[in-house]
């Protein structure tokens, strides 16, 4: 590495007498080497070995470098890898935290990030009580037993499982086990974006298709895939943010025409909550699929992070090359297990989402709006002019304490999407609504 010009605030300089204190405030030609401390820098140095001398030597010295020229040296941080380097730092969502710290106040209503207001299993819940006392252990690092359960509730082996810290770490597994850089994915645009920030972020191609309308496109898809190779296609059904789905005749012959060395990632984070005819039946030896749960949304548990795989035992043995072995936390572990048992429970949040985005769809009928039929726990409703509009209506709704969010892309971003949330979340909803509308409109 070429030396530079360096500011310092403080150098000690080791001598056989012990450390010397250069003068602050110098700046002298030193050449970065290693630290694990980003504001301590080591550097070689040529400066004066004796006061007053013309002799000079090269020796090391620590440099603890001012704020100013750690936020500099950080940005440009040579440590980084040229992708790592070329990316920027980004968050897929903003956080509902994030804007009511901005804000300085909390939302009444929390309807924007697809969660289960309906909340966890009393049984998932009196698991996770127990567990509590036992987060001294770490978690199992293979979740046998949450593997085991889930296996036996698809009927299919364990070896067929794998088991992560949501959907969003596992497709970001899968990523790093097939992409190398510039190696082609194919998504919809619009669709889910955590899957193209972990793609950006192992350097991946990506290629997107139009939805069809409000669905994502199965046949675009594939044909986009056949024209630039694809390793990787993305399909989520029933669909964020748009809450369309596809029935079991669709997806089947979607996975039939996946090309040869493509595989296709079939993300099913809601599917509990769509008719029951929508998952088709897939073979868990199939190699051209693998397909992504969750207990985020229908199990009530986004916080405690788990989601899983279903896939043939080849490519589920092979996250174990990559995974965190240790990611799972013990709470969520025994939450899970004693949810994916609780079939009585989900059962009544299937009942009370199909109540919220009924309530969803006849507030947005009562102020001349278009709500989007609904195969998730959340409605997306049609505003009926361009993004801009829904953009100034979803932020008139944020200021009135109700979060909701909104598609990304246009032609989708004429719409806002709200959660299905309690009686009372829905009652300010309502309430805030058509104000929102006026002052956009204005």
Not at 177 to 186: C, M, P, S, Y
Not at 209 to 221: I, K, M, N, S
Not at 421 to 431: E, I, S
């Amino acid at each position: 590495m070429a030396p530079k010009a360096l500011s310092y605030t403080s150098v000690k300089i080791r001598r056989p007498e012990g450390f010397a204190t250069l003068g602050t405030n110098r700046a002298v030609a030193a050449a970065p080497l290693v630290t694990k401390n980003p504001r301590l820098l080591i550097f070689s140095m040529s400066i004066p070995l004796v006061a007053n001398s013309s002799h000079v030597g090269m020796i090391f010295a620590i440099a603890r470098l001012r704020p100013s020229r750690l936020t500099s040296y950080m940005v440009n941080d040579p440590r980084l890898t040229s992708l790592a380097a070329s990316l920027s730092a980004s968050v897929p969502f903003v956080g509902p935290e994030a804007q009511e710290r901005a804000r300085k106040q909390l939302f009444t209503a929390r309807l924007g990030a697809n969660e289960s207001v309906f909340g966890p299993s009393p049984k998932a819940i009196a698991a996770m009580q127990k567990a509590a006392s036992e987060t001294w252990m770490y978690a199992d690092p293979e979740s046998h037993d949450l593997r085991c359960a889930i296996a036996e509730h698809h009927g299919v082996d364990p070896a067929h499982i794998m088991v992560g810290e949501g959907i969003d770490t596992l497709l970001g597994y899968l990523v790093r086990l097939t992409i190398n850089a510039g190696d082609a994915v194919v998504t919809s645009a619009g669709a889910y974006p955590t899957f193209n920030y972990h793609v950006a972020g192992f350097g991946g191609d990506l290629h997107t298709v139009p939805y069809a309308g409000d669905f994502e496109d199965p046949d675009r898809l594939i044909a986009k895939a056949i024209e630039v190779a694809a390793k990787l296609i993305y399909l989520s059904n029933p669909d964020n943010p748009m809450g369309s789905w596809h029935g079991p005749e669709t997806v089947t012959r979607m996975i039939s025409n996946v090309p040869l060395g493509s595989l296709l990632i079939l993300d099913e984070a809601y599917i509990e909550l769509a008719p029951d005819d929508t998952a088709p039946i897939i073979a868990p030896t199939d190699p051209r699929v693998i397909r992504m749960r969750t207990f985020s949304k229908a199990h009530g548990m986004a916080g405690a992070r788990i989601g899983y795989a279903i896939g043939c035992a080849d490519l589920i043995r092979a996250f174990d090359k990559i995974r965190n072995h240790f990611g799972m936390n013990r709470i969520g572990q025994a939450g899970a297990l004693a949810a994916i048992q609780d079939t009585d429970w989900l059962e009544h949040v299937r009942t009370q989402v199909t109540q919220a985005r009924d309530r969803i769809m006849r507030i947005a009928l009562e102020n001349g709006l278009v709500p989007l039929p609904s195969a998730t726990n959340f409605v997306t409703i049609d505003c009926g002019k361009d993004g801009d509009f829904a953009r100034a209506v979803l932020a008139e709704l944020n200021a009135q304490g109700i979060f909701v969010r909104m598609p990304f892309l246009s032609p989708q971003d004429r719409c806002i999407r709200v959660s299905a949330g309690t009686p009372a979340d829905l009652d300010a909803f309502q309430m805030a609504l058509p104000r929102a509308l006026a002052i956009a409109r204005a």
